[in-house]
């Protein structure tokens, strides 16, 4: 039951979303309790929109969806969190009839959707989704600071239900061509002491609201 995931923090109702346990540290464990998608954009809008379906049929669908976990890049600061201001879809590209790489067709949609940014001390950072690792060459073809496989699929399916959604993200990988399992893990321990900050940041804005 998604009841069993949701926080209440002040007035709003909390659903976090994950996507893998190698992320979900000692220090979010204390803190949270999230709703686990698996990995990847299929997964992550199959799980998220079973939820909310089930959530809304009882009228207790959630104030704000809150995706969490570890992002690759090479230009940010590896270990650090930021807060995605806007994400993209990097798999669509229909520019063979004459549509914007990124753009989906006939949605109506732009290419980078914004997202709410409300963590004043957390540094904001534009997000692409896709289905792929990226890793060395690979982030010359995209246009956005940090990736992930996730948040623009669960953002989608938020917008369905009319729920907003804020994305933080800790850089794990990304400086260093990936080459094993371990080169993203090695720095999760980072990333999870340094996500629970920002949440505990993000509830204090919440609570005061």
């Given at each position: 039951m998604i009841a069993d995931f949701v926080?209440?923090?002040?007035?709003?109702?909390?659903?976090?979303?994950?996507?893998?346990?190698?992320?979900?540290g000692p220090h979010l464990q204390s803190r949270i309790m999230p709703l686990m998608t698996g990995v990847g954009p299929v997964e992550a809008a199959?799980?998220?929109?079973?939820?909310?379906?089930?959530?809304?049929?009882?009228?207790?669908?959630?104030?704000?969806?809150?995706?969490?976990?570890?992002?690759?890049s090479q230009r940010l600061e590896q270990g650090a969190v930021y807060q995605a201001s806007s994400v993209s879809y990097r798999d669509m590209d229909a520019s063979a009839l004459g549509f914007p790489r990124g753009e989906t067709p006939f949605s109506g949609l732009p290419i980078d959707i914004e997202l709410d940014t409300p963590v004043p001390d957390v540094p904001m950072a534009r997000l692409s989704t896709g289905a792929n690792i990226v890793s060395g060459a690979a982030y010359d073809s995209v246009d956005a600071d940090m990736v992930d496989m996730e948040t623009f699929a669960l953002k989608r399916a938020a917008m369905r239900f009319v729920v907003p959604l804020v994305a933080l993200?800790?850089?794990?990988?990304?400086?260093?061509?990936?080459?094993?399992?371990?080169?993203?893990?090695?720095?999760?321990h980072i990333v999870d002491e340094r996500l629970a900050e920002a949440v505990d940041g993000l509830e204090g804005v919440l609570a005061a609201s």
């Open positions: 926080k209440k923090v002040g007035k709003r109702r909390v659903l976090y979303v994950m996507a893998a346990e190698s992320e979900y199959v799980i998220l929109t079973e939820a909310l379906t089930r959530s809304a049929g009882t009228a207790s669908l959630p104030d704000l969806v809150v995706s969490l976990g570890s992002a690759g993200r800790g850089i794990s990988d990304g400086a260093t061509e990936l080459h094993h399992f371990d080169d993203w893990t090695q720095y999760l």
